[in-house]
């Protein structure tokens, strides 16, 4: 049963646009979201996080947004550029349960037309 | 900075034989993870160590074991391998109070033939 779904497998957009990657959690225990993103044959790179106290945080191009009563976040790359073009994967915690493990979505490719 | 150094990256098995595999963190940092990730998968959670001792654990087989030492390096030990055991292998390490500086590194690619 996957608890962190990503529904949408791949994302084109185009350089200078926005690119909204959305993530649907199940387990209410989940208290901390991750964005990583990862290039083949390379680790997971992290990229923002937010914990469940907050419903949006941002770093620079980066932005979260978290919706807990639909249990869904969502990060937007604003604006897009070709080196952002990668697999994103979200991630969750539950880490006042005292888990500090992430369960993992199945990634998103995303891929940025210059 | 130092990141997390995996080693080997690419190892090639033959099936029934034994891998290791190990993981040094970040330096200071106290907890250790292994992912695994199958091809087209995304990574799911094997196990974790704090401070030398399991902290948690996940879907790993009764064939793979993990310790973390002294050093807060990590070891994976996988024996009697599969074709199935096929996979990306991830390390990664934080502190434990928080997820600060959750950071995976590069990665052990593991193919068993």
């Known amino acids: 049963d996957q608890q962190v779904k990503q529904n949408s497998p791949s994302l084109s957009v185009q350089e200078g646009r926005i690119s909204i990657l959305n993530c649907d959690y199940t387990n209410s225990m989940f208290d901390y979201f991750l964005w990583y993103k990862k290039y083949p044959a390379e680790g997971p790179t992290f990229l923002i996080s937010?914990?469940?106290?907050?419903d949006k945080n941002e770093d620079g191009r980066f932005t979260v947004f978290l919706n807990k009563s639909a249990k869904h976040l969502s990060l937007h790359i604003v604006p897009s550029q070709p080196g952002d073009s990668a697999v994103y994967f979200c991630?969750?915690?539950?880490?006042?349960?005292?888990?500090?493990?992430?369960?993992f979505g199945k990634g998103t490719k995303l891929t940025v037309n210059p | 900075a130092a990141g997390v150094i995996q080693s080997p990256r690419h190892l090639i098995k033959e099936k029934r034989e034994t891998a290791t595999l190990k993981c040094y963190p970040i330096p200071r940092h106290d907890t250790v993870y292994w992912y695994q990730q199958g091809p087209g998968q995304d990574p799911q959670f094997l196990i974790s160590?704090?401070?030398?001792?399991?902290?948690d654990k996940g879907s790993i087989p009764d064939r793979f074991s993990a310790q973390q030492f002294s050093d807060y390096h990590s070891e994976l030990n996988m024996s009697s391998l599969e074709l199935g055991d096929s996979a990306l292998y991830f390390c990664?390490?934080?502190?434990?109070?928080?997820?600060?500086?959750?950071?995976f590194g590069s990665g052990t690619r593991l193919t068993v033939v």
């Open positions: 160590f704090y401070e030398k001792m399991q902290s």
């Open positions: 991630a969750a915690s539950a880490r006042k349960g005292g888990s500090e493990k992430l369960v």
């Open positions: 937010i914990s469940s106290i907050k």
């Open positions: 990664a390490s934080s502190l434990f109070q928080g997820s600060y500086g959750y950071t």
